[in-house]
């Protein structure tokens, strides 16, 4: 069984994850998305694999259960990853996928990552809204990109070390983030719609709830609290909560 991305995508019941949530019927851009991409220890014939062209060669020391069982990562974190996981694997298996979720503390989940252990990783995107600073969610261009680390590390070394991609769409979107650094501004944003085009059409992270104030979306402020902003940018780059300075606030006598 190759199971890729895009075929991952089309039975996730989002309503369901979004009602799981409190949200109601939203739409819009992707929260957190499942990341498919992993290593095996005979990748060329595994049948657990998600996408052939983001596995790296196997390293002898990594071993990594294969068989027709695909397993998910999900830390609980910011949102129930484990629960929602869950529900997105009972939807799978109704179409004759089989998904583990596996619950990993923050720390090990993240390690097995950006070693490149994961079959599935389940995280928000958030910060890829400005692509070029912080492209971590979105594509492999860092060390510790949460898919296809290897062609992240391949890219990082000018192909010094990892592994360089075999999909021409990977190549596609190395060599637009490239060139975007020598490009005004304008440029800059064409490049990078035609790299989401490519993301959203390959599916390399199959999104599920779209624009919820359920991750750092939502800012509740007590009464009885002093020294609190009128308003505090909650994003990624901005480093929430610590750029509202949390520790100048104070309780009202």
């Not at 790296?56 to 910011?78: L, Y």
């Not at 075999?166 to 490049?191: T, V």
């Not at 009464?223 to 505090?232: C, D, P, T």
Request: overall charge positive; proline content about 6%.
């Amino acid at each position: 069984m190759d199971v890729k991305p895009v075929e991952l995508s089309h039975p996730a019941n989002r309503p369901a994850l979004r009602s799981a949530l409190g949200l109601g019927n939203q739409q819009g851009e992707r929260t957190f998305e499942f990341r498919a991409l992993g290593e095996c220890s005979t990748p060329r014939s595994c049948s657990c694999r998600t996408k052939a062209s983001n596995w790296s060669e196997a390293k002898a020391s990594r071993k990594v259960n294969c068989s027709d069982r695909n397993i998910i990562i999900a830390i609980a974190a910011f949102l129930p990853y484990p629960k929602l996981s869950e529900m997105v694997a009972d939807q799978w298996r109704k179409i004759g996928i089989q998904a583990d979720v596996r619950e990993m503390e923050r720390g090990l989940g993240f390690a097995k990552e950006a070693n490149n252990e994961h079959q599935l990783f389940v995280w928000n995107n958030g910060g890829t809204e400005l692509l070029y600073l912080f492209p971590t969610w979105a594509v492999p261009v860092i060390p510790g990109a949460a898919f296809g680390p290897e062609y992240a590390a391949w890219y990082s070394s000018g192909g010094k070390q990892g592994k360089k991609p075999d999909d021409p769409n990977i190549l596609k979107i190395f060599d637009l983030y490239s060139e975007a650094a020598g490009l005004k501004a304008d440029g800059r944003n064409r490049n990078a719609q035609e790299i989401w085009k490519i993301l959203v059409d390959q599916q390399y992270g199959i999104g599920t709830v779209g624009q919820s104030p359920a991750g750092l979306g939502v800012r509740l402020v007590s009464n009885r609290l002093g020294n609190i902003a009128a308003r505090v940018c909650n994003a990624q780059h901005c480093r929430t909560p610590g750029n509202s300075h949390p520790e100048t606030w104070y309780f009202k006598a």
